[in-house]
């Protein structure tokens, strides 16, 4: 039998147990309890409380991140710590996007997957020393050299922080893409500020959840659907994935996937434009649509939306019609840079 230890936070009284060879951030992480943290190596000290009462094993750290004064007054790292005992301590958690510290990375292309004719997948490695903290998604902003910057949402969930992964569209024109798609190598070197904006799951709701996702829209709703699995919230979960032809569902087994092994999952895919040789025999049209078909009434619903602001719009309007209260609509409206024209 494993051994488990209770641990209980101050001042928001949160408890949770940890397994004994279990970190005391990896276990609450697990358990969705916003820790603050770094590197997630004892190296930044960005995880760093105080222990009120308790037995700890403090772990491997950089001594520079936590000296003997600081361990004297109870200071410890909970990036790399594990609990020998039933443990009070004292941390800030982190209740939303607002609480945690926005910051600019240099990171590297670790690999670049063409999953589609017009959709890569980056994985970035950030530098040894450094792991991203962010709410399942969240996007972050790619700095170009020029100073322009061009915005992705990140499609891994916070758990699962090896490398920060990025769905690109290739946008005919544009200058980033284009670089994407047809320059950028392996290891190429890339500077993002992040993490940014407030689309992310509001956990304080029992409601079932419906997303809708419009091609790359895809990506951060399947941060926050990877987030809630792994942290089992049980609230009946549905995605509407909407593209316009079977080959622009780019990761369509990994849906179908969640709901063969979670029962409060269903993924409904929907083409707007299935080709012939797509043999489609599921969900045709626009995605708000099917969406609007299925539920009589949307008044005890909140919906998650990521894609185009066309699609956003109608769905908002549509949804709304449909009894969704405004307040439990969460949408992030995916928007290109317009390439730029040289006149002669």
């Excluded at 891994?156 to 047809?182: C, K, M, S, W």
């Excluded at 407030?198 to 709701?205: A, H, K, N, P, V």
Aim: proline letters at 6%; charged letters at 25%.
């Amino acid at each position: 039998m494993t051994t488990e230890y209770q641990i209980t936070l101050t001042p928001s009284g949160n408890v949770f147990r940890v397994a004994a060879d279990e970190t005391v951030l990896d276990a609450a992480l697990r358990q969705g309890i916003g820790l603050p943290y770094g590197c997630r190596n004892g190296a930044c000290g960005s995880c760093k409380g105080t222990i009120i009462a308790g037995e700890f094993d403090y772990g491997t750290y950089q001594a520079r991140t936590l000296n003997e004064e600081e361990r004297s007054q109870g200071k410890a790292l909970f990036c790399v710590g594990k609990p020998r005992s039933d443990m009070t301590l004292s941390v800030k958690e982190i209740g939303g996007a607002g609480d945690i510290q926005v910051r600019t990375l240099p990171c590297r292309v670790e690999r670049k997957e063409i999953v589609a004719p017009d959709v890569a997948i980056l994985s970035l490695k950030l530098p040894a020393q450094e792991r991203l903290q962010f709410m399942a998604g969240q996007y972050l902003d790619i700095l170009l050299k020029d100073g322009k910057r061009r915005s992705f949402s990140m499609a891994n969930a916070p758990h699962h922080d090896q490398y920060v992964e990025l769905h690109i569209r290739l946008i005919p024109g544009g200058q980033f893409t284009d670089y994407v798609f047809h320059e950028m190598r392996d290891r190429a070197i890339l500077r993002f500020e992040g993490p940014l904006g407030t689309f992310f799951l509001r956990e304080d709701s029992d409601k079932p959840i419906i997303f809708m996702a419009g091609g790359t829209g895809f990506a951060p709703i399947k941060a926050v659907i990877e987030h809630a699995l792994y942290t089992h919230i049980d609230r009946e979960m549905v995605l509407y994935w909407g593209c316009r032809s079977l080959r622009d569902m780019y990761m369509p087994l990994l849906p179908a996937q969640w709901q063969q092994e979670h029962p409060n999952f269903t993924f409904i895919p929907v083409l707007s434009e299935p080709k012939p040789d797509d043999n489609w025999r599921g969900r045709t049209g626009f995605v708000h649509q099917a969406i609007v078909d299925d539920f009589a009434s949307l008044e005890g619903y909140q919906i998650y939306a990521c894609g185009a602001p066309i699609m956003i719009e109608l769905g908002q309007k549509a949804f709304a019609a449909n009894g969704l209260p405004d307040d439990e609509f969460f949408a992030d409206s995916f928007t290109y840079a317009t390439p730029e024209i040289t006149t002669t």
